[in-house]
């Protein structure tokens, strides 16, 4: 753990030679940042503060899984400037974590939610996951009115979906797991509707906030802004230069060691790619889409229009309720 931060320290450094690094959003994530040990995690978060120009940063995000945070540590995240903490909880049922094969317990979970509100954590986002076999109405329902009675700052909700290479694919192959659309459909407007009636804004599709606590962090994402990613893994995006850092841990401590970049895959986005990022992920906010700027199918527009699909007005798509069910396939009917 501790070669790890050296070398994310490492990483940074190399890019300050080429790059003005000067942050509007750090997120620690990508895995469980609180997995490190206190002083691990003192190390990587004062090495940041130290090698970065900080002057322009609104967040300072992290990553947490309930089992591996407690009042030191969130204490500790706090006196280096964390302003928001994700905390994943994805249930509130006992059977549905087992399933999820998490390791922790509805009790623990809000026990850690308490100690970041304790600690002083400005903004907690929770972390809900729906459309799970054997996840009732009724259970999903529970985990909705109990996460809005902690009153969390942002709630982010995500059908579950199904990954190469994952235990949960090979399960759903085997039939031992199911994909129901329907079900996908009345969790996530049982979700809406409930999140909204309770003071939050809906301005992504999976995401869900007070009025100030927008991810500042994933809207940049969503707008396509430049970001820098470190660690195995790790994309990264400048202008429209993409590269990704080699997988493997070990090679990529050793390539750090050898004062190398470990980089293993690179590309320029032209702009056929670019747009349809663009459209992908503005379609997925409230804000929508600027058509001003892009280049979309106007037949298609009005199509979706008639189905109630797209709110009607020139100059910004935007989903409507219906819409926000269906966005990845309007985007790819946008684009055809």
């Known amino acids: 753990m501790a070669a790890f ?5 490492a990483e940074l450094v190399i890019h300050q030679c080429s790059l003005d690094i000067r942050p509007h959003t750090i997120f620690l994530g990508g895995g469980t ?46 006196s280096h400037g964390v302003n ?9 049922d006992e059977s549905v974590l087992r399933l999820l094969g998490r390791d922790h317990s509805p009790a623990e979970a809000e026990e850690t939610y308490y100690e970041l509100r304790d600690a002083g954590i400005p903004s907690v986002n929770l972390d809900l996951m729906f459309s799970i076999p054997g996840q009732t109405p009724a259970i999903w329902l ?3 009115e109990k996460t809005l009675s902690l009153k969390p700052d942002h709630i982010s909700a995500y059908n579950l979906t199904y990954e190469e290479d994952t235990e949960f694919l090979g399960k759903l192959q085997r039939q031992e797991l ?35 606590h927008r991810s500042i962090h994933n809207e940049a994402y969503w707008r396509g802004a430049d970001y820098l990613g470190l660690g195995p893994s790790a994309f990264s995006t400048i202008g429209r230069h993409r590269w990704k850092n080699i997988a493997d841990t070990p090679a990529w401590l050793a390539s750090l060691e050898a004062g190398r970049i470990p980089i293993v895959e690179s590309e320029d986005l032209d702009d056929a790619s670019w ?22 199918n106007t037949e298609q527009v009005n199509r979706l229009q008639q189905q109630h699909l797209i709110h009607p007005g020139p100059g910004r798509i935007r989903l409507t309720r219906e819409g926000f069910a269906l966005a990845d396939s309007i985007a790819l009917e946008l684009l055809s």
């Open 5 to 9: 931060v050296r070398s994310l320290l």
């Open 84 to 92: 928001r903490v994700s905390l994943g909880v994805q249930s509130w």
């Open 33 to 78: 940042p609180t997995m490190l040990s206190e002083s691990h995690l003192d190390s990587l978060l004062g090495g940041l503060r130290s090698a970065l120009d900080l002057s322009q940063l609104e967040e300072f995000c992290l990553e947490a899984n309930p089992r591996t945070i407690g009042p030191a540590k969130a204490a500790l995240l706090h």
């Open 142 to 144: 529970a985990t909705l």
């Open 275 to 296: 747009l349809t990022e663009r459209v992908a992920l503005e379609l997925r906010t409230a804000d929508g889409l600027d058509a001003t700027q892009r280049t979309v």
């Open 178 to 212: 199911d994909e129901n659309p329907d079900r996908d459909a009345d969790q996530f407007f049982a979700a809406r509707d409930l999140l909204t009636a309770g003071g939050f804004e809906h301005y992504e599709v999976s995401n869900y906030a007070r009025p100030g």
